[in-house]
């Protein structure tokens, strides 16, 4: 077996895995356990930007970041959270006389999009995060093997491996099976044609994004936790700007769910959160 053949093999059964997980998160559909996950996937992408970036003292992103998502479970609109955070990060820095640009970066990228990520089933329900992932899976898979067999014309410098045969063919098969999910789950047919197509070419330049931090910091993954596949950023960077441009469409057409917080709804969150934590203790 080729080298060629074994990264591909890792490639195929690091994808299949994932798959897995999340058909499982989806059917279990418990916001602690996806809150969990996708902390968990935040954590993991804060630490690769933080380690691209080259940043020495990260304590504070990572006590920002990680009271930003505990507020979150609790918030409905998470993403709203990011600007309030900002503003806390911007004036102690202004109050030390010392704006470190760098160190803000983390909170816009990649916390500010996983809270976009978080609003679908939060705001909208579980089936727009799996219309998401559907939609941006399709597209980066399609991406790859077609740039692999019939791409030869390059689509950006900053990723000269990328194509436009590729991109093309990422985008059409985002768009259609985009499309078929968004009707099973009700949403007129012009709507999801327009949102499958804006969220696919999103999660193009999601990756292509990611791909310029990768060159700035002179690596060829952000990480290497998923065989085959590089860091977490590697494989979440396409949702990343997707979920941005998905809940902005969403709400502009006034699709889905939105939730509304009160007292009565927290208290079952919390209720419902240490039962959780009391199964799992010993």
Known sequence: MGINDFTHQKRLITGVALLVAALIVVWLNWAFVTWAILGAILGAALYETVKMLKIEDPVMIYIYAGAAWILAYFCPHPQSIVFGLLVLAVSSMVFKNSVDYKSLFPLVYPLAPMLFVLSLPQDFGMAYLVWLVFIVGITDTAAFYAGKTIGSTPFSPISPKKTWEGVYSGLVSGVIIGVIVGIIIDVDF?????????????????????????????????GNILPGHGGILDRADGYLFGAIVMVVLL???????????DITSTIQMLEDTAEILKQWSF
């Not at 292509?208 to 931090?213: D, G, N, R, T």
């Open 190 to 222: 012009l709507a999801a044609l327009f949102i499958s197509l804006l969220v696919s070419a999103a999660s193009v330049f999601g990756d292509l994004f990611e791909s310029y931090l990768k060159r700035g910091a002179g690596v060829k993954d952000s």
């Open 251 to 261: 709400n502009l057409f006034h699709i889905g769910i939105t939730n509304s917080v």
